[in-house]
């Protein structure tokens, strides 16, 4: 029996979620402790269901144009982006962000690659002309990304948190390692790209 295509993504949803509610009930468990879980259960959700949420409303309006070839969902772009906060959260659940030293510079590289690369497959950054707009896109959309995430950390804990004092530099290595990341994503882009058929431009 073959599954539908938004399988993936309703599970990422789903174990997020579940992950989430218990980091906020269970606040004395100490990997939970001060890092704002009351707000991420309403934000990632809702983040997580933006970029879904958008592409429906955009494509919900064009429908009355007229295409050679309608798009598919990208339901594997909507998973990819919804993974990032999956990553996020498991990564509190075990622990990882207290007793491994290298995760969170890890994570901020793999979370951005994934985030990008998924935005990426949802708004066909492969057929978009010229091909020096397509690094804008990716690359340039990243780094954004990164520092409006770094400025979310500084506003919902840090601020008041014990990080204070090494926040200046983390948030430089996590913008940079973010925006690394994404030049990763926009090579695979690219290559995805190389290896398909042939796309129509678009501006």
Not at 110 to 118: K, P, Q, V
């Amino acid at each position: 029996m073959r599954l539908p295509r938004w399988t993936a993504a309703a599970l990422v949803l789903v174990a997020t979620v579940a992950q989430l509610l218990l980091a906020t009930f269970a606040r004395d468990l100490p990997q939970f402790a001060g890092k704002a879980f009351g707000a991420r259960l309403v934000s990632y959700p809702v983040l997580m269901l933006l970029v879904p949420l958008l592409w429906r409303v955009r494509h919900r309006r064009g429908d009355r144009a007229p295409r050679p070839v309608p798009r598919p969902v990208p339901w594997a772009g909507f998973t990819l982006v919804m993974l990032p906060f999956l990553v996020d959260v498991s990564g509190n659940t075990l622990n990882l962000y207290d007793t491994v030293v290298w995760w969170d510079d890890a994570l901020h590289f793999l979370n951005w690659c994934l985030l990008t690369l998924g935005l990426g497959l949802v708004l066909d950054v492969a057929a978009v002309r010229p091909r020096w707009a397509r690094a804008v896109a990716v690359v340039g959309g990243g780094a954004l990304l990164a520092l409006l995430w770094e400025v979310g950390e500084w506003w919902t804990f840090i601020r008041h948190g014990t990080e204070i004092a090494t926040a200046y530099e983390d948030t430089l290595g996590d913008m940079a390692l973010g925006t690394t990341g994404s030049a990763i994503a926009l090579v695979l882009l690219v290559l995805r790209a190389g290896r398909g058929r042939p796309v129509r431009a678009r501006p």
